[in-house]
């Protein structure tokens, strides 16, 4: 079997950590190994600042090469259902690709966001399930329907950087936030989930109605029951924000209204006072400011927590290249987690 890389629990807390730590001494200036002659294609059906620069660069870094392909601008449009007849625009099947990418490379990596219409569709994340079905090579997730692993590995190697290696019990916040457009819950799924798996208090902060799977809600706190943390959550942003070391913030759409759009921009509309603002982070033990990026300024964040000592979004975001780095150096080497 393969070790892909999708909800990034699989090297278990243990091999997150060593990833993590491995990526603070690359960034510190630690020699990476390098393994040249090795090639990785990434398919990114959607678009990409840090993700596909983050991934190029580390494959700069350790000498692999990399292939990047855009369904439907560069490389044939996919067709992603099971069985379709295909009379449509799209020219090749996801599954037809992903056996001939993985004969050329060592790595296959894949972007495929929710399309946020059909829950039990973004439920099964076809795109990756084709993608590990049909791949004899390590797959890692570029952010699906359900997960962004490698945003969790950036945000856990900031955790580390900032409060220390051992996040045991570290108080951390993840608050919904107002948005324009409804948006996917891959990335509030991750940090709650690579939250729980290193053991910290996680609060998640979140207005009715806009709530997370109940399913990897209920994992998450498996996950942190586990490792000496817990999970809570609450409709109440400022009593959620108190005293954490950690502010997480991120728009998604909730579960249980799933593609009910009208309905979502309507509530989205009146919940602009969901906004991360310095007098919010008043609240907080000395908290710092994280957001995967892009973020919406003046509407998720203020202008003035963002450009403050209290805003960490630009180490985080530095952070996915040593963080892919570390888990590229890892998976090309003999045992790609170190099986603790
Ligand atoms: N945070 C993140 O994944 O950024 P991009 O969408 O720009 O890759």
Request: charged share 20%; proline share 6%.
């Amino acid at each position: 079997m393969p070790s892909h890389f999708i909800d990034g629990t699989e090297p278990g807390p243990f091999g997150v950590s060593d990833i993590a730590l491995r990526a603070l001494e690359l960034r510190a200036g630690a020699a990476p190994v390098r393994r040249p002659g090795a090639r990785l294609a990434a398919m990114f059906l959607n678009p990409s600042l840090r993700t596909r620069t983050s991934l190029e660069a580390a494959c700069s870094v350790l000498g692999i090469h990399p292939i990047v392909l855009e369904p439907g601008r560069t490389s044939w449009a996919l067709e992603l259902r099971e069985g379709a007849v295909m009379n449509g625009d799209a020219a090749e099947h996801v599954c037809d690709a992903v056996r001939v990418l993985s004969s050329y490379v060592d790595i296959l990596a894949v972007r495929a966001f929710a399309g946020l219409v059909d829950r039990d569709v973004d439920q099964a994340d076809p795109v990756i399930k084709a993608f590990t079905d049909y791949s004899p090579v390590p797959v890692v997730n570029l952010e699906s329907a359900r997960f962004h692993p490698l945003q969790g590995l950036a945000d856990t190697a900031t955790w580390m950087s900032r409060l220390g290696p051992d996040l045991q019990g570290q108080p951390i916040t993840l608050t919904w936030a107002p948005h324009p457009k409804a948006l996917p819950l891959a990335v509030p799924h991750q940090v709650l989930m690579s939250s729980a798996l290193q053991g910290m208090h996680v609060t998640v902060a979140h207005p009715e109605g806009m709530d997370l799977d109940p399913a990897i809600v209920s994992r998450a706190e498996n996950l942190a029951d586990g490792a000496g943390g817990s999970v809570r959550i609450t409709h109440n942003q400022e009593e959620g924000l108190r005293g954490a070391r950690v502010v997480v913030a991120k728009s998604w759409s909730g579960f249980s209204g799933y593609g009910r759009r009208a309905e979502e921009a309507e509530r989205r509309a009146s919940l602009a006072d969901w906004r991360i603002t310095n007098r919010k982070l008043d609240l907080t033990d000395d908290g710092g400011f994280m957001h995967c990026l892009p973020v919406r300024r003046n509407i998720v964040v203020d202008d003035a927590v963002m450009d403050s000592h209290r805003s960490w979004v630009y180490e985080e975001a530095g952070l996915r290249l040593w963080t892919t780095t570390a888990l590229l150096e890892g998976m090309l080497s003999e045992v790609p987690w170190n099986g603790r």
